[in-house]
């Protein structure tokens, strides 16, 4: 029963923004590490941004920081993208798992089989 399902990718022209959303049922989001990832054709997935299991503080990769913005209500995990460029291009996923601490949480390889993974939405930044 538990699900991870995001939402709001699409074709946005650079300089653009976006809004993604994850929309998480079966659990509660408060007990465990939340992250959003990327992935683009040919590259490795990357952490983009997360909210760390206890403290609830927001990590940002440095490619995004100041650009995106995470936030959680409840069970939804929202990533706001501003002054999108190209390289943003991607697959954005959201992962949740109760092991990854602190800004271990933008780490793919700390999120086990214990883990949650959306399907994915892409974001596609082109004129």
């Known amino acids: 029963q538990v699900q991870l399902v995001e939402s709001g990718g699409g074709l946005v022209q650079p300089g653009g923004t976006l809004r993604l959303s994850c929309v998480a049922s079966?659990?509660?989001?408060?007990?465990?590490?939340i992250g959003w990832f990327r992935q683009a054709p040919g590259k490795e997935r990357e952490g983009v941004a997360c909210?760390?299991?206890?403290?609830?503080d927001v990590y940002y990769s440095d490619s995004v920081q100041g650009r995106f913005i995470m936030s959680r209500d409840k069970n939804t995990v929202y990533l706001r993208m501003d002054h999108l460029n190209p390289e943003d291009t991607a697959v954005y996923y959201c992962?949740?798992?109760?092991?990854?601490?602190?800004?271990?949480?933008?780490?793919?390889?700390?999120?086990?089989?214990?883990?949650?993974w959306g399907k994915g939405t892409p974001v596609t930044v082109s004129s």
């Open positions: 992962a949740v798992d109760a092991d990854p601490y602190g800004s271990s949480c933008l780490i793919a390889g700390y999120y086990d089989a214990d883990a949650y």
């Open positions: 079966g659990f509660n989001l408060g007990y465990s590490a």
């Open positions: 909210i760390s299991r206890n403290a609830g």
